[in-house]
């Protein structure tokens, strides 16, 4: 597995809050975390949650080394007691966690972390770039998926990523979101991403003629020859050169592969002259700076297209860079009690919802359909022979009763006492779950503009006790 250690990839407040947690006699006091996300990129109706198996790597492998310590002991700041205990951290903690490939919503807990203070607040960094970037990617990917209708998409993004991390991560999690291939060799080496690839335009401007370059490709690749048109002149040299090269090496299983100009206008024309040629099986691949966007327009036109290769606006999420999780204190321990913790903002939208939860996804037995999802207390259980009365997380004085429901717990435990519990499971299989659970979310939800919004809702006992804070201003 592609990993390094990343220990002291954290944000120095976290080792300053640790010493300071160390020396004021709170590092063993048990604390509970919750991360989730405030908002759904490009006004989206879900997310899809990705990250879990790199920040499982993480956390296995914190360790400080006798460099790191050196280092921080040449800040000046950090007492030496609190140094020598670092040499032996590990973490000792239990986490809970949505599986990857599931679609989340704002609000709730994606990861939950009960841990002592000084763990629990170490990991926050790590835990939120892992978490945000890839589930960003695999979200931005999965719009792109749906808008090709069908249509493969490959993942063509290494050149443009956000350094080498963004790059090989991001195809994972665009893997994860629905895309079935990328260029980024590394990527299928470590995490069987299946890479893809054929040729640049320097490789047709190599040889004496754009006919001798797809002649040579075609008796190098005969089984998987896909010929880039558009070096010169797309429909005066680019496609008839290529049926030339496709009819001299008696090929039929085929493509070729457009990346610049209107592209509904040339494949259109492109897919008439294969056609007229014999050529019905060759297929047309088209790239250049495509998003769903894009991607839906081109389809409605008719543009004849086969699958798409989209880059740098999948792999840097360009419409909506940042993905916006954060990672907030909810509970801690007090003589075996669990006390809720509650953050106070004018933003309302800022306000968290306290206390260790859980969160049950309500399905309805008739369509099978998700209605809502459910945040409880933690030793709070789901009578499904009671109807439920479900509140707009936005509007509440909107509200639905259900019956006739399933509730399935969302969270499922990944360490417990410091120990890994959970198997991880294969990428093509997450990769499955997820298409199979957003299966489960009505058109509604999945509309690009406007969609549905998708009920997230406070059991009556969370509800009460979170506004019992507010009244207290979170005493």
């Not at 198996?53 to 950090?78: M, P, S, V, W």
């Not at 607040?121 to 835990?127: H, R």
């Not at 327009?297 to 798409?308: E, R, T």
């Not at 007090?334 to 106070?344: A, F, H, M």
Request: hydrophobic share 40%; charged share 25%; glycine share 8%.
């Amino acid at each position: 597995m592609y990993h390094n250690n990343y220990t002291m990839l954290c944000d120095y407040y976290e080792l300053t809050m640790a010493n300071g947690y160390f020396e004021a006699g709170k590092k063993d006091e048990i604390v509970y975390f919750d991360a989730f996300f405030r908002s759904i990129p490009d006004g989206g109706g879900f997310a899809i949650a990705a990250g879990l198996e790199q920040l499982i790597d993480y956390i296995k492998n914190i360790r400080f080394t006798e460099e790191d310590i050196a280092f921080l002991r040449g800040k000046k700041c950090f007492s030496e007691c609190f140094l020598e205990y670092l040499k032996d951290f590990k973490f000792t903690g239990d986490i809970w966690a949505i599986p990857e490939g599931t679609p989340i919503f704002p609000g709730e807990p994606i990861i939950t972390v009960r841990a002592p203070a000084i763990e629990a607040q170490f990991i926050e960094t790590y835990l939120l770039l892992a978490i945000n970037h890839q589930s960003l990617i695999a979200t931005k990917a999965n719009r792109i998926v749906r808008a090709a209708k069908g249509r493969p998409v490959a993942e063509f993004g290494s050149r443009r990523a956000q350094g080498a991390d963004g790059a090989i991560l991001g195809a994972r999690a665009a893997y994860i979101g629905g895309c079935g291939a990328t260029a980024c060799t590394i990527s299928d080496k470590e995490y069987g991403v299946p890479a893809t690839g054929t040729m640049a335009h320097s490789w047709v401007q190599m040889f004496d003629s754009e006919l001798d370059a797809f002649k040579t490709y075609c008796s190098l690749y005969p089984d998987n020859a896909t010929l880039l048109v558009d070096t010169y002149d797309v429909l005066h040299s680019g496609v008839p050169n290529a049926i030339k090269a496709f009819k001299e090496a008696g090929i039929t299983k085929c493509a070729i592969r457009l990346d610049s100009g209107d592209i509904s206008y040339l494949t259109a024309k492109a897919r008439k002259m294969l056609d007229e040629a014999g050529l019905h099986d060759c297929k047309i691949v088209v790239s250049n700076s495509l998003d769903e966007t894009i991607i839906r327009d081109i389809i409605l036109q008719g543009a004849c297209v086969d699958s798409f290769g989209v880059g740098e606006r999948l792999i840097t999420a360009k419409s909506d860079p940042v993905f916006g999780g954060v990672y907030k204190l909810v509970a801690k321990e007090k003589n075996g009690e669990i006390i809720p913790k509650i953050k106070i903002s004018e933003n309302t939208g800022k306000i968290t919802n306290p206390h260790y939860k859980k969160v049950y996804r309500i399905f309805s037995n008739e369509s099978g359909q998700a209605i809502a999802d459910l945040m409880c207390v933690h030793d709070e259980v789901i009578d499904e022979s009671v109807p439920l009365d479900l509140f707009d997380p936005v509007d509440t004085w909107k509200h639905k009763t259900v019956t006739g429901y399933t509730a399935k717990e969302l969270q499922v435990e990944v360490f417990k006492n410091g120990e890994c519990v959970y198997d991880t499971p294969s990428l093509s299989d997450i990769r499955g779950y997820c298409k199979e659970q957003i299966s489960h979310l009505w058109e509604e939800v999945r509309r690009f503009e406007n969609p549905h919004r998708y009920y997230v809702d406070l059991s009556e006992k969370l509800w009460n006790i979170k506004h019992q804070l507010l009244k207290s201003k979170g005493n």
